[in-house]
Protein backbone atom coordinates (compact mmCIF):
# COMPACT_ATOMS: atom_id res chain seq x y z
CA UNK A 1 0.00 0.00 0.00
CA UNK A 2 0.99 3.51 -0.56
CA UNK A 3 1.34 4.76 2.92
CA UNK A 4 1.01 2.69 6.13
CA UNK A 5 -1.81 2.77 9.04
CA UNK A 6 -0.33 4.74 11.15
CA UNK A 7 0.53 7.77 8.58
CA UNK A 8 -3.34 7.60 6.86
CA UNK A 9 -4.24 8.12 10.27
CA UNK A 10 -2.41 10.84 11.23
CA UNK A 11 -3.18 12.22 7.93
CA UNK A 12 -6.55 11.91 8.86
CA UNK A 13 -6.76 13.64 12.40
CA UNK A 14 -5.18 16.39 10.80
CA UNK A 15 -7.82 17.05 9.38
CA UNK A 16 -10.32 17.03 12.75
CA UNK A 17 -7.94 19.63 13.98
CA UNK A 18 -9.92 22.91 15.31
CA UNK A 19 -10.42 25.76 12.85
CA UNK A 20 -8.52 28.83 14.09
CA UNK A 21 -10.75 31.87 14.73
CA UNK A 22 -8.74 33.73 12.59
CA UNK A 23 -9.67 36.23 9.94
CA UNK A 24 -12.99 37.41 8.16
CA UNK A 25 -16.42 35.40 8.29
CA UNK A 26 -19.79 36.75 6.90
CA UNK A 27 -23.08 36.57 8.71
CA UNK A 28 -26.20 37.46 8.73
CA UNK A 29 -25.80 40.26 6.56
CA UNK A 30 -22.15 42.05 7.35
CA UNK A 31 -18.37 40.82 7.23
CA UNK A 32 -17.30 40.07 10.79
CA UNK A 33 -13.81 38.86 12.84
CA UNK A 34 -14.23 35.28 12.34
CA UNK A 35 -14.64 35.11 17.03
CA UNK A 36 -17.16 37.00 16.51
CA UNK A 37 -19.06 34.80 14.28
CA UNK A 38 -21.51 33.62 16.50
CA UNK A 39 -24.99 32.05 17.38
CA UNK A 40 -27.27 31.67 20.27
CA UNK A 41 -26.93 28.18 22.31
CA UNK A 42 -30.72 28.09 21.74
CA UNK A 43 -30.72 28.25 18.20
CA UNK A 44 -32.99 26.08 16.24
CA UNK A 45 -30.18 24.31 14.08
CA UNK A 46 -28.13 23.90 17.21
CA UNK A 47 -30.54 21.51 18.63
CA UNK A 48 -32.18 19.88 15.34
CA UNK A 49 -30.06 19.65 12.95
CA UNK A 50 -32.22 22.21 10.68
CA UNK A 51 -29.60 23.59 8.45
CA UNK A 52 -28.03 23.48 4.92
CA UNK A 53 -24.03 23.69 3.60
CA UNK A 54 -21.69 23.62 1.33
CA UNK A 55 -18.50 22.71 0.74
CA UNK A 56 -16.09 24.25 -1.58
CA UNK A 57 -12.60 24.71 -2.57
CA UNK A 58 -10.31 27.21 -3.94
CA UNK A 59 -7.16 26.20 -5.40
CA UNK A 60 -3.88 28.57 -4.76
CA UNK A 61 -1.71 28.62 -8.20
CA UNK A 62 2.01 30.04 -7.33
CA UNK A 63 3.27 30.43 -10.66
CA UNK A 64 -0.24 32.43 -11.60
CA UNK A 65 -0.37 34.26 -7.95
CA UNK A 66 -4.28 33.41 -8.41
CA UNK A 67 -6.73 31.53 -6.62
CA UNK A 68 -9.51 29.85 -8.36
CA UNK A 69 -12.36 28.87 -6.96
CA UNK A 70 -13.09 25.52 -8.23
CA UNK A 71 -17.24 25.39 -9.96
CA UNK A 72 -18.40 28.07 -7.61
CA UNK A 73 -21.42 28.70 -9.27
CA UNK A 74 -22.78 25.01 -9.52
CA UNK A 75 -22.14 24.95 -5.64
CA UNK A 76 -24.43 27.59 -5.36
CA UNK A 77 -26.97 26.17 -7.47
CA UNK A 78 -26.63 22.87 -5.76
CA UNK A 79 -27.26 24.78 -2.26
CA UNK A 80 -30.45 26.67 -4.13
CA UNK A 81 -32.19 22.98 -4.03
CA UNK A 82 -30.78 21.83 -1.11
CA UNK A 83 -33.03 24.62 1.01
CA UNK A 84 -35.97 24.11 -0.52
CA UNK A 85 -36.50 20.57 1.44
CA UNK A 86 -35.88 22.51 4.28
CA UNK A 87 -37.87 25.87 3.70
CA UNK A 88 -34.89 27.65 4.66
CA UNK A 89 -34.54 30.98 2.06
CA UNK A 90 -31.38 32.12 0.59
CA UNK A 91 -30.32 35.99 0.84
CA UNK A 92 -29.37 35.90 -2.72
CA UNK A 93 -29.28 34.16 -5.54
CA UNK A 94 -26.37 31.89 -6.86
CA UNK A 95 -25.40 34.77 -8.47
CA UNK A 96 -25.03 36.91 -5.09
CA UNK A 97 -23.65 34.06 -3.55
CA UNK A 98 -21.01 33.94 -5.75
CA UNK A 99 -19.80 37.48 -5.52
CA UNK A 100 -20.37 37.79 -1.47
CA UNK A 101 -17.75 34.26 -1.70
CA UNK A 102 -15.45 36.81 -3.82
CA UNK A 103 -15.32 39.30 -1.31
CA UNK A 104 -15.24 37.32 1.14
CA UNK A 105 -11.62 35.48 0.16
CA UNK A 106 -10.21 38.68 -0.79
CA UNK A 107 -10.49 40.17 2.58
CA UNK A 108 -9.05 37.16 3.74
CA UNK A 109 -6.43 37.58 1.49
CA UNK A 110 -5.84 33.84 1.22
CA UNK A 111 -2.69 32.38 -0.53
CA UNK A 112 -2.57 28.86 0.05
CA UNK A 113 -5.43 26.44 -1.03
CA UNK A 114 -8.65 27.24 0.86
CA UNK A 115 -11.57 25.46 1.98
CA UNK A 116 -15.52 27.27 1.76
CA UNK A 117 -17.84 26.64 4.23
CA UNK A 118 -21.65 28.49 3.29
CA UNK A 119 -24.27 27.76 6.08
CA UNK A 120 -28.02 28.44 5.62
CA UNK A 121 -30.11 27.72 8.83
CA UNK A 122 -32.83 28.09 11.06
CA UNK A 123 -31.92 30.66 13.43
CA UNK A 124 -34.89 31.20 15.64
CA UNK A 125 -34.41 30.41 19.08
CA UNK A 126 -36.86 27.93 19.82
CA UNK A 127 -37.71 24.49 20.60
CA UNK A 128 -40.68 24.13 18.07
CA UNK A 129 -39.84 21.23 16.11
CA UNK A 130 -41.24 22.16 12.78
CA UNK A 131 -39.51 24.26 9.68
CA UNK A 132 -42.03 26.65 8.55
CA UNK A 133 -42.52 30.22 10.51
CA UNK A 134 -39.00 30.53 11.89
CA UNK A 135 -36.20 32.93 11.03
CA UNK A 136 -33.57 32.06 8.88
CA UNK A 137 -30.08 33.10 9.03
CA UNK A 138 -26.58 32.26 7.23
CA UNK A 139 -23.26 32.61 6.79
CA UNK A 140 -19.88 31.98 5.15
CA UNK A 141 -16.33 31.14 6.59
CA UNK A 142 -13.12 29.93 5.00
CA UNK A 143 -9.72 28.30 6.26
CA UNK A 144 -6.75 26.44 4.46
CA UNK A 145 -7.41 22.95 3.68
CA UNK A 146 -5.11 20.44 2.39
CA UNK A 147 -6.56 16.58 1.52
CA UNK A 148 -9.32 16.06 3.55
CA UNK A 149 -8.98 11.85 2.76
CA UNK A 150 -5.58 10.88 1.88
CA UNK A 151 -4.87 10.84 -1.91
CA UNK A 152 -1.29 8.34 -1.71
CA UNK A 153 -3.98 5.19 -1.56
CA UNK A 154 -6.48 4.99 1.10
CA UNK A 155 -8.50 1.97 3.21
CA UNK A 156 -12.46 1.80 3.17
CA UNK A 157 -14.48 -0.28 5.38
CA UNK A 158 -18.13 -1.14 4.82
CA UNK A 159 -20.43 0.57 7.11
CA UNK A 160 -22.71 -1.13 9.37
CA UNK A 161 -24.73 2.20 9.62
CA UNK A 162 -27.13 2.03 6.72
CA UNK A 163 -27.16 5.18 4.54
CA UNK A 164 -30.22 7.71 4.81
CA UNK A 165 -33.14 6.75 2.74
CA UNK A 166 -34.62 9.46 0.80
CA UNK A 167 -38.19 8.91 2.47
CA UNK A 168 -36.51 9.56 5.76
CA UNK A 169 -33.80 12.01 5.87
CA UNK A 170 -32.81 12.93 2.27
CA UNK A 171 -29.20 12.59 1.49
CA UNK A 172 -29.67 13.97 -2.12
CA UNK A 173 -28.78 17.71 -0.36
CA UNK A 174 -25.85 18.61 1.94
CA UNK A 175 -28.66 18.76 5.40
CA UNK A 176 -26.71 19.19 8.52
CA UNK A 177 -28.43 17.05 11.13
CA UNK A 178 -28.07 14.37 8.12
CA UNK A 179 -24.39 14.01 8.64
CA UNK A 180 -24.80 12.33 12.20
CA UNK A 181 -25.29 9.20 9.75
CA UNK A 182 -21.94 9.88 8.30
CA UNK A 183 -20.08 10.91 11.58
CA UNK A 184 -21.43 7.13 12.86
CA UNK A 185 -19.90 5.36 10.10
CA UNK A 186 -16.89 7.39 9.68
CA UNK A 187 -15.85 6.91 13.06
CA UNK A 188 -16.67 3.19 12.58
CA UNK A 189 -13.91 2.99 9.51
CA UNK A 190 -11.54 4.76 12.02
CA UNK A 191 -11.80 2.12 14.89
CA UNK A 192 -11.28 -0.48 12.18
CA UNK A 193 -7.89 1.51 11.20
CA UNK A 194 -9.43 2.40 7.66
CA UNK A 195 -9.63 5.72 6.26
CA UNK A 196 -13.39 5.92 4.46
CA UNK A 197 -16.97 4.56 5.63
CA UNK A 198 -18.54 2.74 2.57
CA UNK A 199 -22.44 3.20 3.16
CA UNK A 200 -24.79 0.58 1.42
CA UNK A 201 -28.50 1.35 0.88
CA UNK A 202 -31.32 -0.02 3.14
CA UNK A 203 -31.47 -2.81 0.11
CA UNK A 204 -27.99 -3.74 0.69
CA UNK A 205 -26.63 -1.76 -2.61
CA UNK A 206 -23.78 0.01 -2.73
CA UNK A 207 -24.70 4.13 -2.15
CA UNK A 208 -21.45 6.43 -1.51
CA UNK A 209 -18.69 6.50 1.38
CA UNK A 210 -19.29 8.72 4.11
CA UNK A 211 -18.45 12.37 2.75
CA UNK A 212 -17.41 11.29 -0.60
CA UNK A 213 -19.20 9.78 -3.50
CA UNK A 214 -17.40 6.36 -5.23
CA UNK A 215 -16.35 5.11 -8.54
CA UNK A 216 -15.21 1.97 -9.65
CA UNK A 217 -13.65 0.36 -12.59
CA UNK A 218 -14.78 -2.85 -14.31
CA UNK A 219 -13.26 -4.55 -16.96
CA UNK A 220 -12.53 -0.93 -18.43
CA UNK A 221 -15.66 0.84 -17.26
CA UNK A 222 -16.49 3.61 -14.73
CA UNK A 223 -19.23 3.14 -12.81
CA UNK A 224 -20.94 4.83 -10.25
CA UNK A 225 -24.12 4.19 -8.25
CA UNK A 226 -26.94 6.51 -9.61
CA UNK A 227 -28.64 9.47 -7.92
CA UNK A 228 -31.52 6.88 -6.44
CA UNK A 229 -29.11 5.11 -4.16
CA UNK A 230 -29.50 7.63 -1.60
CA UNK A 231 -26.10 9.34 -3.03
CA UNK A 232 -25.33 13.45 -2.26
CA UNK A 233 -25.70 14.95 -6.23
CA UNK A 234 -22.16 15.37 -6.37
CA UNK A 235 -20.60 18.26 -8.16
CA UNK A 236 -17.55 16.77 -8.34
CA UNK A 237 -18.90 13.19 -9.23
CA UNK A 238 -20.80 15.41 -12.04
CA UNK A 239 -17.50 16.57 -13.13
CA UNK A 240 -15.02 13.18 -12.75
CA UNK A 241 -18.32 11.67 -15.29
CA UNK A 242 -17.63 14.86 -18.00
CA UNK A 243 -13.85 14.18 -17.80
CA UNK A 244 -14.24 10.26 -18.48
CA UNK A 245 -16.07 11.08 -21.03
CA UNK A 246 -13.69 13.48 -22.75
CA UNK A 247 -11.44 11.00 -21.93
CA UNK A 248 -12.91 8.12 -23.92
CA UNK A 249 -13.43 6.04 -20.92
CA UNK A 250 -16.94 4.66 -20.95
CA UNK A 251 -18.71 5.55 -18.02
CA UNK A 252 -22.12 4.06 -16.63
CA UNK A 253 -24.29 5.11 -13.78
CA UNK A 254 -25.90 2.10 -12.05
CA UNK A 255 -26.99 -0.27 -9.16
CA UNK A 256 -23.54 -1.95 -7.74
CA UNK A 257 -23.15 -5.12 -5.69
CA UNK A 258 -21.07 -4.78 -2.41
CA UNK A 259 -19.01 -7.57 -4.00
CA UNK A 260 -18.60 -6.16 -7.38
CA UNK A 261 -16.49 -3.66 -5.17
CA UNK A 262 -14.29 -6.67 -3.84
CA UNK A 263 -13.41 -7.79 -7.90
CA UNK A 264 -13.13 -4.46 -9.20
CA UNK A 265 -9.97 -3.55 -11.30
CA UNK A 266 -10.11 0.04 -9.34
CA UNK A 267 -12.01 2.10 -6.38
CA UNK A 268 -11.71 6.20 -5.72
CA UNK A 269 -14.07 8.11 -3.72
CA UNK A 270 -14.21 12.00 -5.04
CA UNK A 271 -16.02 15.02 -4.13
CA UNK A 272 -14.60 18.71 -3.25
CA UNK A 273 -13.18 17.54 0.23
CA UNK A 274 -12.34 13.94 -1.08
CA UNK A 275 -11.24 15.20 -3.99
CA UNK A 276 -10.07 12.43 -5.69
CA UNK A 277 -8.45 9.70 -3.17
CA UNK A 278 -8.13 6.33 -4.91
CA UNK A 279 -9.30 3.10 -2.83
CA UNK A 280 -6.39 0.62 -2.75
CA UNK A 281 -8.07 -1.64 0.03
CA UNK A 282 -11.45 -2.57 1.16
CA UNK A 283 -12.48 -4.87 4.38
CA UNK A 284 -9.12 -5.95 4.05
CA UNK A 285 -8.68 -6.85 0.54
CA UNK A 286 -6.68 -5.32 -1.48
CA UNK A 287 -8.50 -3.41 -4.50
CA UNK A 288 -7.25 -4.88 -7.98
CA UNK A 289 -3.60 -5.26 -7.36
CA UNK A 290 -3.08 -2.99 -4.41
CA UNK A 291 -1.73 -0.08 -6.06
CA UNK A 292 -3.77 3.36 -7.46
CA UNK A 293 -5.10 2.23 -10.60
CA UNK A 294 -4.73 4.14 -13.96
CA UNK A 295 -7.54 5.44 -14.66
CA UNK A 296 -8.17 7.06 -11.10
CA UNK A 297 -4.76 8.45 -11.61
CA UNK A 298 -5.20 9.76 -15.13
CA UNK A 299 -8.08 10.92 -13.55
CA UNK A 300 -6.92 12.43 -10.67
CA UNK A 301 -3.71 14.41 -12.36
CA UNK A 302 -6.78 16.17 -15.09
CA UNK A 303 -8.68 17.10 -12.23
CA UNK A 304 -6.11 18.56 -9.98
CA UNK A 305 -4.64 20.48 -13.14
CA UNK A 306 -7.79 21.93 -14.17
CA UNK A 307 -8.72 22.92 -10.83
CA UNK A 308 -5.34 24.61 -10.31
CA UNK A 309 -5.55 26.28 -13.49
CA UNK A 310 -2.27 24.69 -14.99
CA UNK A 311 -4.72 23.00 -17.48
CA UNK A 312 -6.51 25.55 -19.27
CA UNK A 313 -9.69 23.15 -20.24
CA UNK A 314 -12.70 23.98 -18.99
CA UNK A 315 -12.04 27.75 -17.94
CA UNK A 316 -15.57 27.80 -17.13
CA UNK A 317 -15.12 25.73 -14.11
CA UNK A 318 -12.85 28.22 -12.12
CA UNK A 319 -13.18 31.56 -10.96
CA UNK A 320 -10.23 33.79 -9.70
CA UNK A 321 -10.22 35.82 -7.16
CA UNK A 322 -8.30 38.55 -7.45
CA UNK A 323 -8.24 41.04 -10.45
Given at each position: ????V??????????G???????????????????????????????????????I????????????V?????????????????????????E???????????????????????????????????????????????????????????????????????????????L??????????V????????????F??????????????????R????????????I???????S???????L?????????????????D????????????????I?????????????????????FA??????????????????
Amino acid sequence: MASTVEQRLKEVAAVGQEIAETGIAYLDGAFVPMAEAKVSLATHALQYGTGVFEGIRAYWNPAQEQLYVFRLREHYERMGRSVRILRVTLPADAEGLVKLTLELLRKNGFRNDVYVRPLAFKAARSVKVALRGLRDGFGIYAFPLGAYLPTGGLAARTSSWRRTADDAIPARGKLTGAYINTALAVDEAHDYEADEAIFLTADGHVSEGGGANVFMVREGVLTTPPVTADILEGVTRESILTLAKELGIPTEERVIDRTELYVADEVFFCGTGAQVAPCVEIDRRPVGDGAIGPIAKRIGDLYFAIARGDDKSHAEWRTAVYR
